[in-house]
T-cell receptor, first 113, second 112 residues
Framework: AQSVTQPDIHITVSEGASLELRCNYS??????LFWYVQSPGQGLQLLLK??????LVQGIKGFEAEFKRSQSSFNLRKPSVHWSDAAEYFC???????????FGTGTRLTVIP | DSGVTQTPKHLITATGQRVTLRCSPR?????VYWYQQSLDQGLQFLIQ???????AKGNILERFSAQQFPDLHSELNLSSLELGDSALYFC???????????FGQGTRLTVV
């Protein structure tokens, strides 16, 4: 069965600093991997996805993620965080060809001035 | 705006009652997914419909059921409600399985 682990429940960074949010997955084959962002009171917005090919994926809002099969990881990165990036971030996995997502527990990002 | 519409936005009801949550997918999307977000369980996949037929089932309780109608809108029915059913219920849609899913804003259900 698929599972996703986000080891960091809460991360605080200063505005302008770099960011890395960790995500590890468990799945037998190569999964579909996603990062979603949820702002307070809002739905989920897709930041980026990995299906196959280039392991470095570019997303919206300046985010990128790198798929590392050997580490079963799909960490999200941003070189310079903006105050508006404060939100909850969810990593998710889906079986190849499917779209029913299995989510991690989320990482809450706080950005301080 | 994702194009996925969920109604109502908020719902307060008593234990033991039955409610229906509604989802209108994006135009052209055949797949609808339901998710539950609660403090205890996090974000959980409940069920998927594709063009009117159930396609995949997740951690959906027997008290819960869903359907997708010919116009592709979907309804999630929650019955014999318990306090623990209080959660944010999301609907998502995609063109086909295996692709980009767009989420609605959710329906916040409070059971008192």
């Amino acid at each position: 069965a698929q599972s996703v682990t986000q080891p960091d429940i809460h991360i605080t960074v200063s505005e302008g600093a770099s960011l890395e949010l960790r995500c590890n997955y468990s799945y037998g084959a190569t999964p579909y991997l996603f990062w979603y962002v949820q702002s307070p009171g809002q739905g989920l917005q897709l930041l980026l996805k990995y299906f196959s090919g280039d392991t470095l994926v570019q997303g919206i809002k300046g985010f990128e993620a790198e798929f590392k099969r050997s580490q079963s990881s799909f960490n999200l990165r941003k070189p310079s965080v903006h105050w508006s990036d404060a939100a909850e971030y969810f990593c998710a996995v889906a079986e190849t060809g499917a779209n029913n997502l299995f989510f991690g527990t989320g990482t809450r990002l706080t950005v301080i001035p | 705006d994702s194009g996925v519409t969920q109604t109502p936005k908020h719902l307060i009801t008593a234990t033991g009652q039955r409610v229906t949550l509604r989802c209108s997918p994006r135009s052209g999307d055949l797949s609808v997914y339901w998710y539950q977000q609660s403090l205890d369980q996090g974000l959980q996949f409940l069920i998927q419909y594709y063009n009117g037929e159930e396609r995949a089932k997740g951690n959906i309780l027997e008290r819960f059921s869903a359907q997708q109608f010919p116009d592709l809108h979907s309804e999630l029915n929650l019955s014999s409600l318990e306090l623990g059913d209080s959660a944010l219920y999301f609907c998502a849609s995609s063109v086909v399985g295996g692709g980009k899913a767009f989420f609605g804003q959710g329906t916040r259900l409070t059971v008192v």
